[in-house]
């Protein structure tokens, strides 16, 4: 069986599958985890690179968590009448892929996933096409060098310059288990249209000359992992 079929399989099965320098962990965290806006200068149309390693649970395989919280600078502001929605549905969206709502195109990502079947299937790439949706993020998941199938939609809700993504992970082995993301890479390109700029910097930079983010990990076993992480601004 080829790893497309296998994880075809396992997506199906479970649902959607959600989804996007080094950070200054809390005490005792292993989350390794980066968010940093793309401008140090303020009030500036900018956009955002998130970069984030699980820690392994006692399986060996990636805790798996139930929600990811994203928090940008405070001040950070999100013009969600900037960018062109894509009002497609998720059928339409599987089916008709990057082709639905190119207007709403806002950048790219990567991730690995671990179905504790070990090698040659570990680790399996997910490439990842984010697009805006009302209110959200829409992200299309292929295997990694392909552009199709869409093997999966998640949405990623936003508020404020918090971005929440709930995770229904596909079942994984052995049973009982999910397959588990291990890395996520994403880059969320500075926008500006005619509606202003999706993503602005604060209006100001402060003393220390940082603008600090945050990344929560809430996992399945009702644990917390939060790493906070500095943009340089000037």
Same mark, same amino acid.
Request: aromatic letters at 6%.
């Given at each position: 069986?080829?790893?497309?079929?296998?994880?075809?399989?396992?997506?199906?099965?479970?649902?959607?599958?959600?989804?996007?320098?080094?950070?200054?962990?809390?005490?005792?965290?292993?989350?390794?985890?980066?968010?940093?806006? /793309?401008?140090?200068?303020?009030?500036?149309? /900018?956009?955002?690179?998130?970069?984030? !390693?699980?820690?392994? @649970?006692?399986?060996?395989?990636?805790?798996? %968590?139930?929600? @990811?919280?994203?928090?940008?600078?405070?001040? !950070?502001?999100?013009?969600?009448?900037?960018?062109?929605?894509?009002?497609?549905?998720? /059928?339409?969206?599987?089916? %008709?892929?990057?082709?639905?709502?190119?207007?709403?195109?806002? @950048?790219?990502?990567?991730?690995?996933? &671990?179905?504790?079947?070990?090698?040659?299937?570990?680790?399996?790439?997910?490439? %990842?096409?984010? &697009? &805006?949706?009302?209110?959200?993020?829409?992200?299309?998941? !292929?295997?990694?060098?392909?552009?199709?199938?869409?093997?999966?939609?998640?949405?990623?809700?936003?508020?404020?310059?918090?971005?929440?993504?709930?995770?229904?992970?596909?079942?994984?082995?052995?049973?009982?288990?999910?397959?588990?993301?291990?890395? !996520?890479?994403?880059?969320?390109?500075?926008?500006?249209?005619?509606? @202003?700029?999706?993503?602005?910097?604060?209006?100001?930079?402060?003393?220390?000359?940082?603008?600090?983010? /945050?990344?929560?990990?809430?996992?399945?076993?009702?644990?917390?992992?939060?790493?906070?992480?500095?943009?340089?601004?000037?």
């Amino acid at each position: 069986m080829t790893k497309r079929h296998l994880l075809s399989g396992l997506l199906l099965a479970a649902g959607a599958l959600s989804a996007v320098p080094a950070g200054v962990s809390a005490r005792d965290s292993q989350l390794k985890a980066t968010l940093r806006l /793309t401008t140090s200068h303020p009030n500036t149309r /900018t956009g955002a690179v998130l970069n984030l !390693t699980r820690p392994d @649970g006692p399986n060996g395989k990636p805790k798996t %968590e139930a929600v @990811g919280v994203f928090q940008l600078p405070p001040g !950070t502001t999100v013009n969600l009448n900037a960018v062109p929605p894509c009002l497609k549905d998720d /059928t339409t969206l599987q089916v %008709e892929g990057p082709a639905a709502c190119p207007q709403s195109y806002l @950048g790219t990502g990567f991730a690995s996933l &671990y179905t504790g079947l070990g090698a040659p299937v570990d680790p399996v790439g997910i490439d %990842e096409q984010w &697009y &805006y949706a009302p209110g959200q993020l829409v992200v299309l998941y !292929t295997l990694h060098g392909q552009r199709s199938p869409i093997l999966k939609v998640g949405r990623v809700q936003i508020k404020g310059s918090t971005f929440t993504a709930p995770l229904d992970l596909p079942p994984g082995y052995p049973p009982g288990t999910k397959t588990s993301p291990k890395q !996520t890479d994403v880059t969320i390109n500075p926008y500006v249209g005619s509606h @202003g700029a999706f993503i602005t910097s604060p209006p100001t930079c402060p003393s220390d000359g940082k603008w600090i983010t /945050t990344v929560t990990l809430h996992y399945d076993d009702g644990s917390t992992d939060s790493v906070s992480d500095a943009t340089p601004c000037r």
